[in-house]
């Protein structure tokens, strides 16, 4: 009832609506208007969009916050806060803050990242299964996982069951891995972390997991590595691998040889991408949380992309400071930093921050209502329930915070910095000094005013090294803070900023710009008098191929009045670019080693971690990769990860012998009965529907046609999956029926799907799912279908529905062989969540 009100009171728009609207807030830039629309615009389960434009989404937000600030001395007001965080240009809460804040359709939390873990180090199998529920309960709510997997036994140790013997990690990561890729958050996997140490046993059977072909594919792989076995290596000495892991007195020692070890790990990060490395020593000897270990804030693992390291069942939610707004005057002589506003708006970020804590909070005790209020026995439930009251313990605890920025590459160019310079490195780290100084002193200015975090201790604290580097920084906020306490265990980050960064309009995080200019196309109607037809492709469409700037570097040309409207050959805008700080200064040009010692710099200011990415060009030897890793080790770096052009094709090999390969996985008989999915989707302005006939959840058979009309299939917006039923007509023929649960539990059947769509629909359906059933890579297929020449706009609709649909099911990570990105026409392109997205420039396409 109290929905139905909500929604009454509230107007509805239409997609189009939204994105037209989106696309002017935007500047006509397509990408972040669609960006914004599909993920965080205000929408109901129906579909029905409540938000026209972010400026709706703003206000929203700081509703909420002010609303909290009511409740504590010298509140923010609505008006200060969005003026804070309108137009995107100082302070942007970032994914599920901005999503979910004053959100009253969905039952999310607020926190970016989780990480859980086994109470006792338990690796029985009710434990096992226990982290398994509890990682799926939080991808549900939208949440990141981590969790480590250093306390299972390793391969062959003696288990008082059946098997007798334990089978190690590898199987518990596939079971993880699995449960990933089954939960869909609002159009999108779940991501996962799991980690384990490089003393665990198993350690190398770890490392070599995602080695091969659709193995571990919902998971990024991350290994725990001490300062023992990096001295091991660099000394090439033997190191002893112990289970229970770094125990005094173990059941099972190995002694192997770091070098060979280390060498693995090299190899198959450069070959494809992973294992990322996690500096452990030193993550935990600089963790201010760890102060505090034998209270429950042990950091155990960290979020998926890295960047907090986490106690078992803490949470956290991010929010990133856009640094290129804080360059007064940028591009020109007269470019200055504005420290002053920067400080007094790292305090408000600060004090936003601990507000959505609050807010979190008040989200949780909803997500608890709900648990209670499920029809599901109470035994059934109370995994869950645990679970969320373990989050809730720890948020009220030690109310750990996500601060962060993004758009350091721009910033620096908009001084006339070129990234990766001495100059401009130092510049940086000054910059992350700042954060930190300010962000600590507003929480300690809020524990003043609310109250310190509830084990807050002076004491514990005193030898750390991140706090003793804030005392010779600022002595008299450590003297507030031994006075007054802290409001917040944890405060800083540095996260990727992907989405974040597109709305911005800036470069990304602390990385370099991809690249300054860069060329798009568009299809056009060579009809029309005013296009410009570039080329006419191989099915005779015309396209245009147009110039695109980076939205800094045309304020740059526009500063140094270059005109952004002429068309510039490839060569004038070489020397164009020559002529800019964005020379030199991309993601392509800075030195490697240079960038990983700034990342240990400002490291030394982050109290959580990095999340950064070493890319690399596709010809570098192996050796390079070693080298980065060591740089970083002795750097302070808490992680590394790298990126090889094109490494991720090195993931495809398969252990099988060739000869042994089958394209047949699927009976050659089709079951009567098929577990199925509904897909839906829009062409243009028609509504579309596919059901997908699935053996072992891989796509067995596919029909799809038009949808809500009188020639179509009507089943309501709520039903997702179903069963596909092969009958027989009166008459001996066959036809295909599809049968689902309404909400009463009760079967309704639509009988005959082959006469509700068009018969060339279905004929092609028929050739279509023949190729499925012998087991042809969807990627393949996929191709396929996109390389058939049809007449007929419906038709070519129906191909891009088919695909689109198909293309949910392609594993992440498979190489799009043969595609070029549309934004940077890179061919290092892999398949994410349905959508063709570019490891070059970050660009996904999911049409």
Known sequence: ???????????????????????AYFKGDDL?????????????????????????????????????EQKYPNPLSEKEVYDLIKNFKYIVPQGSPMAGIGNPYQVASLSNCFVIGNEGNSDSYGGIMKIDQEQVQLMKRRGGVGHDLSHIRPKGSA????????????????????????VAQ??????????????HPDAEDFIDAKMEQGKVTGANVSVRIDDDFMKAVANNTNYTQKFPIHSDDPKFTKEIEANKLWGKIVHNAWQSAEPGILFWDTIINESVPDCYADLGYKTVSTNPCGEIPLCPYDSCRLLAVNLFSYVDQPFTKKAKFNFPLFKKHIGAAQRIMDDIIDLELEKVDRILEKIAADPELDETKAVEIRLWEKIKEKAISGRRTGIGITAEGDMLAALGLRYGSDEANTFSVEIHKTIAVEAYRASVHAAKERGAFEIFDAE???????????????????????????????????????????????????????????????????????SKVTFVD?????????VVFHHRFKEWMEANDISTEKR???????????????????????DWLSKVRLQGAVQKWVDHSISVTINLPNDVPEELVGKLYLEAWKSGCKGVTVYRDGSRSGVLIANEPEADKTLTPFPTKRPEVLEADVVRFQNNKEKWIAFIGLIDDKPYEIFTGLADDEDGILIPRWVEDGLIIKNRNEDGTSRYDFQYKNKRGYKTTIEGLSHKFNPEFWNYAKLISSTLRHGMPIEKIVDLINSLQLDGESINTWKNGVTRALKRFVEDGTVA??????????????????CLTCKDCGSSKCG
């Open 568 to 590: 510039y050959s490839q060569e004038e805008l070489d020397k164009i670019v020559q002529k800019s700080p964005y020379y030199k200064a991309t993601s392509n040009d800075v």
């Open 1 to 23: 009832m109290q929905l139905k009100t909500v929604q009454s009171q509230r107007k509805i728009y239409s997609q189009e609506e939204a994105y037209q609207s989106s696309l």
């Open 538 to 546: 191989e099915v005779g469409d015309s396209w245009e191929e147009y």
């Open 460 to 530: 514990r604290e005193k030898d750390n090294p991140f706090i003793l580097r804030l005392k010779d920084a600022d002595e008299k906020l450590y003297y507030e803070m031994l006075e007054y306490g802290r409001r917040n265990i944890a405060l800083l980050t540095i996260a990727p900023t992907g989405t974040t960064s597109l709305m911005t309009q800036t470069s990304s995080g602390i990385e370099p710009v991809f690249m300054p200019v860069y060329k798009r196309r568009r299809k056009v109607n060579p009809n029309d008098k005013n």
């Open 817 to 834: 062989t043969g595609q070029k990105c549309d934004n940077c026409k890179s061919t290092n392109l892999i398949y994410q969540e349905g």
């Open 32 to 68: 972040a208007a669609q960006v914004w629309v599909n993920k965080y615009a205000l929408k109901d389960s129906d579909g029905n969009i409540y938000e026209l434009n972010p400026d709706d989404m703003h206000r929203r937000i700081a509703k909420e916050i002010s609303r909290v």
């Open 186 to 199: 609002d159009g999108r996997r779940g991501a996962l972390m799991l980690s384990v140490s490089i003393n």
């Open 159 to 182: 288990v008082k069951n059946s098997a007798l013997t334990s089978t190690g990690l590898v199987p518990f990561m596939e079971r993880y891995s699995n449960s990933t890729r089954e």
